[in-house]
Each structure stands twice: as structure tokens, then as C-alpha cells.
């Protein structure tokens, strides 16, 4: 039975029910008078919040509203966000997360993970400490370096992380009790954030090279002595330092980073899907990438290894995927300024400048934007795309929307609506042959969700590339009958549950495979991983 007073009930997220506590729990916890008589049951709740989040004057304004809610009531929280998850997954994450990073400093009222800050290192461990969690399983950590296609939002960066986790509970059910997000301020090279007078972060430049990977080292050790058995998630960290830290600690702990690997799942599932609608394999296309940071390769790199699985070679699956950044096609020539993980990219073809032109040499069927350049995929370039194909496959995958390639109106209308279309931001309803349908949208809200719930419910030491593979071919034959005589290439996120179940099975089996969990096989995989999946419902406080 809990000691906490009424109030401290009442003010605890994880506790407070409110209007549903029973008769019998108000006279047991001395509530009786601090609430008004009603009782009520959760749905009717749910429905009082989506009416008062409907009511807010905009987007920012229902995001500020759900963080306070998280911070009263979190069961209803979570009880909300399953109600309609394709209403309310983008007003907590992308696309408005991103103005809501923004103008986090502005908006901040309650912190609900860690900031572990320049100023405390050789205290990492100690701090850690401070959280009152024992047992954490997941981490989602950002050092703020490069939010979504935003750049440098230093401690603002924090709603991303905020954001990924609800996603986790929402979406597949990963228990919230068990979820921590951090943001590492290492300080910002954002002019304006440091004038900002509201900015809650370290007010310094940015910590570079071997000090930065001397901080990192120190925060990964703090987290596998404090949380042993956590899984940790990189998020939003720039090109110089993704890559890297990926590969120094994932064969070390559990960890993955979304922005490489999560991409990478959904992208490739797209591709899948896409393919299969044509009547194709994956290793009938050919993929040029606008945009050869991390994102994009670690695409590529999923794509090369989907098509070897298909019987190419990996050099044949290689000639298979471009790249084209700021500087042209990556080629040759450029190698000696290449970051490692472009080198196995570079296509030994003359210098090209116009992506177009790009297009035409490689006779490609597929482009992703993964650039962050709004606007990038322009008329000439989609035309191309239509000229050359007659099912033109187009991925604008930068987010937020401003940062987007080109819109799905865009590219239908170019194509004769012809395309296969799908996004990394939503994008509205719109006319389709006469049919009005939503535009898919190539979240990772499909991938690391489930893949959370798979690594919470097995233990899993690792997370392998195999895992995000199985992800990617698993979402791609979640699309019903109806989608796929709409030309959708992902599944509706009302289903995203039931999509994130099936993935989590996959993958949970992938792991028995693998032996990369300690627990021993169950019978029954499916029915293993729906009991350990979270539903938000209010629970007797003894």
C-alpha cells in the first residue's frame, strides 16, 4: 500500500488518476474533497482531453498541452496517444517536435529526463544516480547537434528524445516505467540560442575531438555500470560523430542509432514494398540518393545487403546505389575527401553535377531525399523521373516539413500520378485517379518502436543489422489489400500497434536465432511479446 499524503498522489504522474479515482481509493488515501464527486473511467477521460487538445489555438499549442498532461496524468497520456496514434504521433514528435525543440527554452515547464551537462564530467556515474528509476531499459540520448534537418539546437535538442520514447509506449508498448531520456549538453555553436536570454543549456561553444569522445566514453560506462542491460539509443547527432560512435560501441553494449539504422529499416521497407507493386525484387532497382550523410548510407548499406540476400553479389548490389551531395555524384575522384562510410559509395563514373542529369546516366528507378533541402526534387527532376519510368519511385525523406524534397502534390502532379510516393513528414489528403488518400509517410515510428518492444521483451545483448532488415521485410507485407490498390507503401498508422507487434515477433525471433538473449525460446513468440507489451490503463495503487 502506498504512504505517499493525497497530495503527493495527486502530483505524481504515475499515480494520479484524478477524476477515476474509486469512491473507495478517495476515503483509503484521504481524497475526498480534492476532486469533484464524479467518478469516471478513463475513455471518459480520454475524451475530455481530446476535446481540450482540439480546442488549442495550434499545433505547438497541443504540444505544449500533451507535455503538460504527460506531466499530471501519464495513463492518460499514453491512453490518448493509443486512441488515434495517426492524429496525436505527430503533434508529440515530427513534425512539430521540431518547433517545439525550437522554441523549447520558451515553452519549458517540467523536465522529464536528464541533462547531463560538459560541467559534470568525471560525475557522470554519480549523476545517473540521481534518477529515481532503478531499473532503466532504454535510453534514447542526443547531444543536440543536429535536430531532425534543424542543425544545432544544443539543450533544446531535448524533445526529441522526449518525443522518441512516448513513441515507444504509444506505438508498441514498451513500458514506460523503464524509459529515460537524456540530452548531453556539450555546449552550442547556435549564435542565436546563446543570445537567447530563455536558452536552458551550457552557454559555450561546442566540446570537439578527443575531449567530446572523452565525455562520450565517460557517459557510456556510467550508463552499463548504473543501468546494466539497457539498451541505448544515439539520436540526432551530426555526421562527424554518428557514424563513429555507432561503430565503437555497438559490439561493445546494446545500442543502435535511429537516424542510421531505424531509417534504414523503413527506407528499405519502402523500397520492398514499392517493388512489390511494380511486380519486382529490390534488386531490379536502382537507388540514387540525394544526400550521402549518415541517413542515406546507412540506407544504402541496408539496401546492398537486402539485394545480396536477392543473389547479387555485393558488388553488383553496390553498382546499384548512388550517391549525389552538395559536391555532385560521389565518385572516384572525390574518395580521398569521403568520410569512411561514403567510401564503398563511390561509383567510378565521370564528375556530375546535376542531379537530372544523374538520373538519366543511372537510368534510376528510385530517388530518396534524405538532403534536407526543401524543394530539392523540382519539377525537371521529377519529370525526369516520369520520363524514365513508368511506376517512378520518389522518397522525399527530410523532415520537418520544411525541409521536405518535394510534396506529394508535387510529385502525383509531375508523374501524371504515376508514382510511388512516400515521405519522411506528413503530408495532407489529396487526389488520387479520382480517390482522395493519405500519402504514406516512411516514419521510423514503424521500426524502433517495435524494435524496442522486441529487445525489452527478449533481453537482447545486441541489436545486429539483421534485426533492421527483418523490420524493413516485415512492415512492407503489413499493407492491406486496399492500401496496395491505392499505391501506399506503408501501412496506416491507426494500425500502427498491430503493425508493431508483427515487427516485434519478427524480430524477437531473429534474436532467439541470433542467441542474443538470455532467456530461454518460448513456444509461442507472438503471444510472448503480447504479454509483455504495456496498454495504459489505471491500476489499484496498492
Known amino acids: 500500500m502506498t504512504t505517499r499524503s493525497a497530495l ?24 475526498e ?63 512539430t517536435v521540431g518547433e517545439a525543440c525550437e522554441e523549447f527554452g520558451h515553452i519549458f515547464r517540467h523536465s522529464k529526463g536528464m541533462f547531463l551537462s560538459h560541467s559534470l564530467k568525471g560525475r557522470l556515474k554519480e549523476t545517473l544516480q540521481n534518477w529515481p528509476k532503478k531499473d532503466v531499459r532504454f535510453i534514447v540520448v542526443t547531444d543536440g547537434s543536429r535536430i531532425l534537418g534543424l542543425g544545432d539546437l544544443g539543450a533544446n535538442g531535448m524533445g526529441i528524445p522526449v518525443g522518441k520514447l512516448a513513441l515507444y509506449i504509444a506505438a508498441a508498448g514498451v513500458p514506460p ?31 570537439q575531438g578527443d575531449e567530446y569522445f572523452d565525455f562520450l566514453e565517460e557517459f557510456v560506462s556510467a550508463v552499463e555500470e548504473v543501468f546494466p542491460g539497457c539498451c541505448l539509443q544515439f539520436e540526432d547527432f551530426n555526421i562527424h560523430h554518428a557514424g563513429p560512435l555507432l561503430d565503437r560501441y555497438k559490439d561493445r553494449l546494446c545500442c543502435f542509432n535511429d537516424d542510421i539504422q531505424g531509417t534504414a529499416g523503413v527506407g528499405t521497407a519502402g523500397l520492398f514494398a514499392a517493388s512489390r507493386l511494380k511486380g519486382e525484387k529490390i534488386s531490379d532497382q536502382r537507388i540514387l540518393f540525394l544526400g550521402a550523410g549518415s541517413a542515406g548510407c546507412g540506407i544504402a548499406e541496408l539496401i546492398v545487403m537486402a539485394m545480396v540476400r536477392e543473389g547479387l553479389s555485393e558488388a553488383e548490389a553496390r ?23 561514403q567510401k564503398p559509395f563511390a561509383v567510378d563514373r565521370p564528375d556530375c553535377h546535376d542531379f537530372s542529369q544523374a538520373i538519366r546516366e543511372m537510368k534510376a528507378t528510385a530517388i530518396f ?9 523540382n519539377e525537371e527532376v521529377l519529370k525526369t523521373m516520369a520520363e524514365i519510368n513508368e511506376r517512378p519511385i520518389i522518397f522525399p525523406y527530410s523532415n520537418p516539413t520544411s525541409r521536405s524534397e518535394c510534396t506529394a502534390a508535387e510529385a502525383y502532379a509531375a508523374t501524371e500520378e504515376r508514382c510511388l510516393f512516400a515521405s519522411g513528414t506528413p503530408m495532407p489528403p489529396l487526389k488520387v485517379k479520382g480517390k482522395m488518400i493519405e500519402p504514406a509517410q516512411g516514419n521510423n515510428v514503424y521500426i524502433f518502436p517495435a524494435l524496442g518492444l522486441a529487445v525489452y521483451a527478449t533481453k537482447a545483448r545486441r541489436v545486429t543489422e539483421e534485426m533492421f532488415l527483418v523490420a524493413g521485410e516485415t512492415l512492407a507485407k503489413q499493407l492491406s489489400d486496399e492500401e496496395m490498390a491505392a499505391g501506399l507503401l506503408y501501412p496506416s498508422r491507426k494500425r500502427i500497434r498491430a503493425s508493431s507487434a508483427a515487427i516485434a515477433t519478427k524480430i524477437a525471433e531473429k534474436i532467439f536465432d541470433l542467441g542474443l538473449s538470455p532467456l530461454d525460446r518460448p513456444e509461442d513468440i507472438e503471444a510472448f511479446i503480447a504479454d509483455c507489451t504495456y496498454e495504459p490503463a489505471y491500476s489499484p495503487l496498492d
Open 177 to 207: 516505467e523503464y524509459t529515460l531520456p537524456i540530452t548531453l549538453d556539450l555546449g552550442t555553436d547556435n549564435e542565436d540560442l546563446l543570445k537567447d536570454p530563455f536558452y536552458p543549456g551550457l552557454r559555450q561553444k561546442r566540446v
Open 33 to 95: 474533497g480534492l476532486l469533484p464527486p464524479v467518478v469516471e473511467t478513463l475513455e471518459q477521460r480520454v475524451g475530455r482531453a481530446a476535446a481540450q487538445c482540439e480546442s488549442c489555438a495550434n499545433d505547438l499549442a497541443r504540444y505544449v498541452f500533451l507535455s503538460q498532461l504527460q506531466d499530471t496524468d501519464e495513463t492518460l497520456f499514453y491512453a490518448l496517444l493509443v486512441s488515434d496514434p495517426n492524429k496525436y504521433m505527430p503533434l508529440v514528435y515530427t513534425p
Open 319 to 341: 553498382s546499384h546505389v548512388w550517391l549525389f551531395d552538395v559536391d555532385g555524384l560521389v565518385n572516384q575522384a572525390r574518395v580521398d575527401s569521403l568520410l569512411d562510410f
Open 8 to 31: 503527493e498522489i495527486l502530483h505524481d504522474p504515475q499515480l494520479n488518476k484524478g477524476t477515476a479515482f474509486s469512491l473507495e481509493e478517495r476515503d483509503r488515501y484521504g481524497l
Open 369 to 377: 531525399g534524405v538532403s534536407t533541402v526543401g524543394g530539392a526534387f
